[in-house]
């Protein structure tokens, strides 16, 4: 049996979603064993929970330099540390451990602001004994990773237009107001925990890194629109996005944490010189080719013309396979690059280059909202 790497989670206790889909996704193929962790600010939560999920009591830490320090001093320490924390925490985290010389993977956004970013960015390219990924978990779709390829093979031509949204209602049904902001928005509201801009972190960074990963479009100008909530509620909730890429091509972007009836719309469209692409996030397993002449094609997931799609799939075409898969597959591939560093076997997880390139977007996007006119980015 080839050995599990040892995997040290900061965050994701009590309550967290996202945490319980990083641990899926890191034990669905069997290379990762969860050993260590600070799941809480809470210590008795953080036992409580350790021991839920098996990590022992010596093994739960109060905060993230006591795991380090723990950890780096056991011969069966932790490898590769996990940060599912709020935004703000990312680079902190982040770079404290790459610093130790531990492999990192984290949930998205790289950093909470373009300062922070640029100091992260920086620590994991002088440590070159470290792998990071960053869980930007839509661009490890299988059929998504199939689109990417038809593009590098210029079966669409030169890309002329990208339309992305990524739409939510956070709200649900509730009336929000200022006295019950906070019970429905928590922590989101905390500036300093969800950094430069709520809906451009939580949601726009997955929307421009989709785009970026599949269509290599990535510098040009900008200019922005973002909305608050209401006047009594202080949360960025909506961001239009006109584009000009260098390239010549022309891009539109929304997102918004405020769509009434929003559910989870993750969708993007691509139009090149000889046709287009669309996916939608809710219809994973389908890829919509359509020709400048011909007909439309529906292309399913690990059938027929599905290319580089049965690379990353688990289960046979025509059963459904999505968001807990496509998260595991960026797991899988981080496991593998950290055991074969040598292989020139190709890569696919989001880096660290992508993590900066989306903290530039998201800030030109807000110092274009605010000064109410065109942004390089």
């Known amino acids: 049996m080839k050995k599990k790497l040892k995997l040290g989670i900061i965050g994701g206790g009590p309550g967290s979603w996202i945490g319980e889909v990083h641990r899926i996704a890191s034990r669905l193929d069997n290379k990762f064993e969860v050993c260590a962790g600070v799941f809480s600010r809470n210590f008795k939560k953080n036992l409580s929970f ?12 109060k905060n993230y330099k006591d795991l380090c320090l723990g950890e780096k001093n056991r011969s069966d320490g932790a490898e590769v540390i996990s940060v599912m924390t709020p935004p703000g925490n990312h680079q902190e985290i ?19 602001n373009i300062k922070q970013a640029t100091s992260l960015y920086k620590a994991i390219k002088k440590n070159k004994k470290v792998i990071y990924g960053l869980t930007h978990n839509y661009s490890a779709y299988a059929m998504v990773r199939n689109a990417k390829k038809i593009i590098q093979d210029n079966k669409i031509g030169k890309i002329e237009y990208v339309n992305v949204e990524y739409i939510q209602n956070w709200a649900g049904s509730k009336i929000v107001n200022k006295k019950n902001s906070k019970k429905i928005f928590s922590w989101k509201l905390d500036k300093k925990l969800v950094g430069i801009s709520t809906v451009l972190n939580e949601l726009g960074s997955h929307a421009y890194h989709l785009c970026n990963y599949l269509t290599g479009l990535s510098r040009g100008k900008l200019i922005s629109d973002i909305k608050k909530f209401s006047k009594d509620v202080n949360l960025d909730s909506n961001c239009q996005v006109l584009i000009n890429y260098d390239s010549g091509a022309k891009g539109l972007f929304w997102t918004s944490t405020d769509a009434k009836g929003g559910v989870y719309g993750l969708k993007i469209r691509v139009y090149g010189s000889k046709g287009s ?11 919509i080719l359509n020709s400048i002449s011909g007909a439309t094609k529906v292309l399913e997931r690990g059938f027929n013309e599905s290319g580089i799609s049965k690379d990353f799939e688990r289960i046979k075409y025509g059963h459904p396979e999505g968001y807990l898969s496509a998260f595991s597959n960026i797991y899988r591939e981080i496991a593998y690059k950290i055991k074969n560093r040598k292989s020139k076997k190709k890569n ?5 280059h992508e993590g900066y390139l989306t903290a530039k977007f998201i800030d030109a996007c807000v110092l274009s909202s605010r000064k109410k006119k065109w942004v390089t980015f």
Request: overall charge positive; hydrophobic content about 35%; aromatic content about 20%.
């Open 50 to 61: 350790a021991n839920k999920i098996g990590v022992e009591k010596n093994r739960c830490y």
């Open 94 to 112: 982040a770079e404290y451990f790459i610093k130790n010389n531990f492999h990192v993977i984290s949930d998205k956004p790289f950093a909470s």
């Open 277 to 287: 692409l669309e996916w939608v996030q809710n219809y994973p397993n389908k890829l």
């Open 348 to 352: 696919y997880y989001p880096t660290a």
